[in-house]
């Protein structure tokens, strides 16, 4: 159970915070934001304010946001529904009801033939059940529309739509969801510094060598300096440890720094596996540092070094080295959560850091229906100076929409079979 409660809060906050960023670049930028949901599926309480309908509910599973015009926004009302529509003293539509769930004894029925809400702002149809007289309507702009749901939203009108604001604007209100979640990676990362009272330096100086470890038997001891490995210059402690992590079971050559005195010393890291990943290991630890200041850069070099990880197994993949196993899902992340909830709360939030800098940058992959999609065709957009035809975004869209599903349905079953089946 409180693996199942972590998980749950966990990735509701990296996705909630993910959505804020849009949702606040899109209010900053001019654009509509009809709904901002805490949760999924059916609705528990909602709330509007600022022409915004915030919603709870009731599948604690992260949220979403409408922007108008977005793809993910249908605001279409089809020929044939049966709604209730409210009028103001000058007959204009404020509200528009399609809602069997919501009653209005002052408003009108009306079964809509034709309804437009983007541009011409009319609403056509049989007003109380006579079809021999077709009545139009004029839609305020401000008018609203109470979903089959019983969720009120603001209906969205061109001017207010996502596309109607310039590339650039898009283009941030696309870049502030992934862009939030690194704000929250060394937010948490901060957080778990202060908690931890002391926090490596992030150097490449050794705060001490484990007993019996690969490092002790070769020599090494506290506040060494490793200058490179095989040649290769470890600067920091981020580069250290991956540079020995890269060498399970092969002999290497370190340059180490004693005082003012450098020598060569030869070892074999350990191999140590996990998630069906072989890494080196030599028993080290880093440099502890309790300052405050050292504290805040730990966020820093902590989500620095895991951006690093994560474009490096990025790399990997680019680079024809693809392994499934580098891949989680909600399963594989649930397994993980599970294992990090049972070693306390300092570990949960590294974790909460961890997820949210990977969050961040594997949307920033462009690929279309992710955010680094949206933001590559802005940039095409911006080059060619003209809107993509939406007929092409839409076919792009729907193929990059189909990479993922497939994508997920693999990465889920290879999830399930390493970590509930093997």
Do not use: C
């Amino acid at each position: 159970m409180t693996a199942i409660i972590t998980f749950i809060i966990v990735f509701g906050i990296l996705v909630v915070v993910h959505e804020f960023g849009h949702y606040y670049a899109a209010k900053k930028s001019g654009i509509l934001v009809r709904e901002f949901s805490v949760g999924m599926g059916p609705k528990i309480v909602a709330y509007r304010k600022n022409h915004t309908t915030y919603t709870l509910r009731l599948l604690p599973l992260g949220g979403y946001v409408r922007m108008a015009g977005a793809q993910e926004d249908d605001s279409e009302i089809q020929p044939g529904t049966m709604s209730s529509l409210v009028l103001n003293d000058d007959d204009k539509v404020t509200k528009i009801i399609t809602s069997s769930k919501v009653y209005d004894a002052n408003a009108v029925p009306v079964q809509i033939s034709k309804a437009d809400l983007v541009d011409d702002l009319i609403i056509e149809g049989y007003e109380n059940g006579d079809e021999s007289v077709t009545k139009k309507y004029s839609v305020d702009h401000d008018a609203t529309i109470v979903e089959e749901d019983g969720t009120e939203v603001q209906i969205a009108p061109r001017d207010v739509q996502l596309q109607s604001v310039s590339v650039w604007k898009r283009m941030i209100t696309n870049f502030a969801g992934p862009f939030n979640n690194f704000i929250l990676a060394i937010v948490a990362a901060i957080l778990a510094a202060f908690m931890m009272g002391s926090v490596g330096t992030g150097t490449n100086q050794l705060g001490g060598v484990q007993n019996n470890s690969v490092a002790q038997k070769a020599g090494l001891k506290a506040n060494d300096k490793i200058l490179s490995v095989n040649g290769k210059k470890t600067n920091s402690w981020a580069t250290l440890t991956e540079s020995i992590q890269n060498n399970p079971g092969k002999r290497v050559t370190l340059n180490v720094q004693d005082g003012k005195k450098t020598e060569q010393i030869k070892l074999t890291p350990k191999t140590v596996k996990q998630s069906g990943q072989s890494y080196g290991m030599i028993g080290i630890t880093a440099k502890l540092d309790s300052s405050v200041l050292g504290k805040i850069k730990y966020g820093f070099t902590y989500s620095w070094s895991t951006s690093l990880t994560i474009f490096h197994a990025l790399g990997k993949m680019v680079s024809g080295g693809f392994n499934i196993n580098q891949l989680s899902g909600p399963v594989g992340i649930y397994s993980m959560t599970s294992k990090v909830a049972s070693t306390g709360l300092i570990n949960i939030i590294l974790f909460t850091s961890m997820l949210s800098m990977n969050l961040g940058i594997v949307n920033l992959i462009p690929i279309p229906a992710l955010d680094g999609g949206k933001i590559l065709l802005n940039i095409v957009e911006a080059i060619r100076r003209k809107p993509i035809p939406e007929q092409y975004e839409n076919v792009i869209t729907l193929i990059g929409v189909g990479i993922l599903v497939l994508l997920m349905v693999a990465v889920t079953w290879n999830d399930i079979q390493r970590f509930f089946i093997k």
